[in-house]
């Protein structure tokens, strides 16, 4: 209970800031780049989730599945039961060999920022 009340006490004042920035466009525009923005040679950016899960296609797995692109309405008909659900992939994203270590250290070695 003792560091439940000390973490308590050291976030509160980041509650008491007001943020210099509002949830418009002008305002997320105005924000300064980290310095290190334009002088990284490589980037890195990942996204991945739920749509991961079939592992066929791209992110935007749900949309031509539920726009009946042939190749992936053949996929799901060919390795998932009928009437099979987007969501129903849910549940399979468990993310069980994901390394954070390790990608870092990937990251890291790629000279990326």
Partial sequence: MKNLVAI???LSPCCL???QYTPDWDS?????????????KVG???HW????VPGFGSEWF???WAGKSQAYVDFMNKN????????EFGPQ????FFDPNKWADIFEASGAK
């Fill in 49 to 52: 989730g739920v749509f991961s």
């Fill in 93 to 96: 994203f468990t993310a069980e």
């Fill in 8 to 10: 308590l006490l050291l």
């Fill in 28 to 40: 997320l525009d105005a924000r300064p780049l980290p310095t290190w923005f334009d002088e990284a």
């Fill in 80 to 87: 998932f039961k009928p009437g099979f659900t987007y969501p």
């Fill in 62 to 64: 749900w949309n031509y």
């Fill in 17 to 19: 800031v007001k943020s």
């Fill in 44 to 46: 890195i950016f990942l």
